[in-house]
């Protein structure tokens, strides 16, 4: 039996390979590599896509958010709250401001940021909270916004979530396995203040509109013409993707995976970038898999506050009790659009051989 992979991106592109090389082509035959029309065109899609006023391509995930703190002004001496259970990106842009990123605790039921640990830790120096959507489940945009600071929020693994993004701003990577992707590196910020677009947009230009007159010390960050082409394509198949990311997921529960391990509690914003399952018995199930041929993986293991680069803020193992129970019990198993149901059933019964139950 071939060996499953944890996601299968080819499958996603493959029936849309003709249509890349007549975009790749046509790219090609313009000769226009950067700032062309496929970056505008993208940039005006996605902000009617996500509903927001403006959006800017940009070479990552990464810079989006260096960008955003930076047109905010947020540096030295400023605190930014956000979680410890999320890639490392997210608190090195914090850091790479040299402002100081303060972790909160998440809440275990949804693996996102818990807004009474984000309020007992907002102080004076507080510029913003940035929470992440992690593995495409919004976050508690509502409760965190009431707070008081601006959101940043870091949406790099939930394009398109229902009710995301309508904070000043939002960052968004084209990394290839995220659930709306490109070829290569590729992001983009989604801004609600036109002010602060235009800021971000010549931050990552030189801090120029023109390469003439440089009115900041930005740099260059900025999507190429090939990826922002091949986003498009990408975009107008998202709907179609994210509806069968969460038929993937509902038939794990229909297949009784809820029965052995813990499943994510399914809610309409969830756009399943990851189908992760917590178990004390991880360690046990991904040998099992690993056994019949099925990839997984485990995620942020060491989470951010005890990552040798954060030593220095000085956070101690036992400071974030349910993202480090997160980190010892998260697994994510295959999942996406288009997955085969026989692939499910072959997850669920090697995760059930392992646990031990309906055996027989
Ligand atoms: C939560 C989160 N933030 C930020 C990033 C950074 O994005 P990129 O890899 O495009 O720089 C990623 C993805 O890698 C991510 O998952």
Known sequence: MPRIPLVDVKAQYAPLIE???????????SSTFIRGPNVQALEEEAAVYLGVK???????????????????????????ICPAFTFYATAESIARRGATPVFADIDPATLNLDPEDVAARITQRTRAIMPVHLFGRPAAVA???GLGPP?????????????????????????PTKNLFCLGDGGLVAANDEELAERIRMLAFHGSRDKTDFQFVGYNSRLDEFQAAFVRLFLTHLDEWTRG???????????????????????????YHLFICRSPER???????TEADIASAVYYTTPLHLQPAMRFLGWKP?????????????????LWPGIPAEVQERVVAAVRSAVGVGVG
Do not use: C, K, W
């Not at 249509?19 to 090609?28: G, M, S, T, W």
């Not at 959006?55 to 030295?76: C, E, F, R, S, W």
């Not at 509902?250 to 969830?270: C, I």
């Open 19 to 29: 249509d890349l090389r007549e975009r790749f082509e046509a790219v090609l035959d």
């Open 54 to 80: 403006r959006t800017i391509g940009v070479a990552n995930g990464t810079d989006a958010l260096v960008l955003v703190l930076d047109a905010m002004g947020i540096g030295p001496g400023d605190e930014v």
């Open 143 to 145: 409760e965190l916004t």
């Open 151 to 175: 959101l940043i929020e870091d949406a790099a693994q939930a394009f398109g979530s229902p009710g995301i993004a309508q904070s000043i701003a939002s960052t968004f990577s084209f990394y």
């Open 245 to 271: 990311r969460r038929e993937a997921a509902a038939r794990y529960v229909e297949l009784g995976l809820g029965d052995l391990v813990q499943v994510p509690e399914d809610e309409t914003g969830h756009v």
């Open 283 to 289: 360690d046990r199930i991904r040998e099992a898999l």
């Open 318 to 334: 036992g400071s974030l009790p349910e993202t480090e129970r997160a980190a010892q019990e998260n697994f994510s198993v295959p």
